[in-house]
């Protein structure tokens, strides 16, 4: 199985696009080159999850995608137009919920939208659509101390959600939970985002992860962080449309795409 470095959207039709980003650090002890030439594009409802060693920049990539970092050189674009900065098309999950303790879940899932201006109405029956369809409809009044890890995370989805960005940005949001959950909640989170039809970005550690949940795996190679190869994620031995993230792990591609990362990563150890 080899890397594909074609079959991506065309300017044209990208909902996303990074233009040659590089990001360069100055220091007292000098300058370090933290990412690369970078160009990606996204097409809209298409799901790419990044990968790479620790230290590769893929977080920080993520900040540029989402305006809060400005790159060296090169551009982000949504839709053709630059951005310059944090906008609300732009949805950014991070690893950690940072959910506010005094407020119910549906208060908490409001409060992008409340942040950003948008009519309180509006987004909290949105709210209460997104939470429902997470399966968090009886617990709308309850507070975050009540809920487990991954129905935190889900909130933190809604949330994410409820200002309605046309890009979702994903950091690492599964790795605060154990293995059980991960596998758990990374089905309704796909199910909810295709029904979304958002573009996302995910950025993980997990090989497994990237596979099951994505339709595009981006490798990182170390820093400066370039993008060191690209893989289109099909299963063709699964009838009826894409399978579950929980379903593709028992298919052989898996396997095959797995091993082949596992190498591109240059993780394994000779013993």
Same mark, same amino acid.
């Given at each position: 199985?080899?890397a594909? =470095?074609?079959a !991506? ?5 990208a909902?996303l ?6 990001l360069r650090?100055?220091?007292?002890e000098?300058e370090t080159e *933290?990412l690369s030439?970078i160009?990606?594009?996204?097409a809209p409802g298409e799901f !790419?999850g ?8 893929k977080?920080?990539?993520?900040s540029?995608?989402a305006?809060?970092?400005a790159?060296?050189s090169?551009? !982000? ?5 630059r951005v ?5 098309r732009?949805g950014y999950?991070?690893q950690q919920d940072?959910l506010f303790e &005094? ?5 908490n899932a409001?409060?992008?939208?409340e942040?950003?201006? =948008? ?5 909290? *029956?949105?709210a209460v ?6 399966g968090?409809g009886?617990?709308?009044?309850h507070y975050?101390?009540q809920l487990?890890?991954g129905?935190r995370?889900r909130v ?6 409820v200002?309605n960005?046309? !890009?979702?940005?994903?950091?690492e949001?599964?790795s *605060? =939970?154990?293995s059980q959950t991960?596998?758990a909640?990374?089905d309704?989170v ?9 573009? @996302?970005?995910?950025?993980t550690?997990d ?6 949940m994505?339709?595009r795996?981006? @490798?990182?190679?170390r820093?400066?962080?370039r993008?060191r190869?690209e893989?289109?994620i099909d299963?063709p031995?699964?009838?009826g449309g894409r399978?579950t993230p ?12 797995f091993?082949?990362? &596992? ?6 150890v000779e013993?």
């Amino acid at each position: 199985m080899s890397a594909v =470095l074609s079959a !991506v959207p065309s300017r044209a039709q990208a909902r996303l696009e990074l233009r040659d980003i590089s990001l360069r650090y100055f220091t007292r002890e000098g300058e370090t080159e *933290a990412l690369s030439g970078i160009s990606l594009a996204l097409a809209p409802g298409e799901f !790419v999850g990044i990968i790479g060693q620790s230290g590769c920049g893929k977080s920080t990539l993520l900040s540029i995608m989402a305006g809060i970092l400005a790159p060296t050189s090169g551009k !982000v674009l949504i839709d053709g137009h630059r951005v310059a900065g944090p906008m609300p098309r732009v949805g950014y999950m991070l690893q950690q919920d940072y959910l506010f303790e &005094w407020r119910t879940i549906v208060d908490n899932a409001v409060l992008g939208a409340e942040i950003q201006g =948008l009519d309180r109405d509006r987004a909290k *029956a949105r709210a209460v659509q997104l939470l429902e369809k997470c399966g968090l409809g009886e617990f709308l009044h309850h507070y975050p101390r009540q809920l487990s890890g991954g129905m935190r995370q889900r909130v933190a989805l809604a949330r994410t959600l409820v200002t309605n960005p046309d !890009v979702v940005l994903l950091d690492e949001p599964f790795s *605060a =939970l154990d293995s059980q959950t991960r596998l758990a909640i990374a089905d309704e989170v796909v199910d909810l985002l295709r029904q979304e039809g958002k573009a @996302v970005v995910l950025v993980t550690h997990d090989i497994g992860e990237a596979i099951a949940m994505t339709d595009r795996v981006i @490798v990182l190679s170390r820093r400066p962080g370039r993008i060191r190869s690209e893989y289109r994620i099909d299963f063709p031995s699964h009838r009826g449309g894409r399978p579950t993230p929980f379903a593709a792990r028992s298919l052989p591609e898996f396997n095959q795409y797995f091993n082949t990362l &596992w190498k591109e990563l240059d993780v394994h150890v000779e013993g």
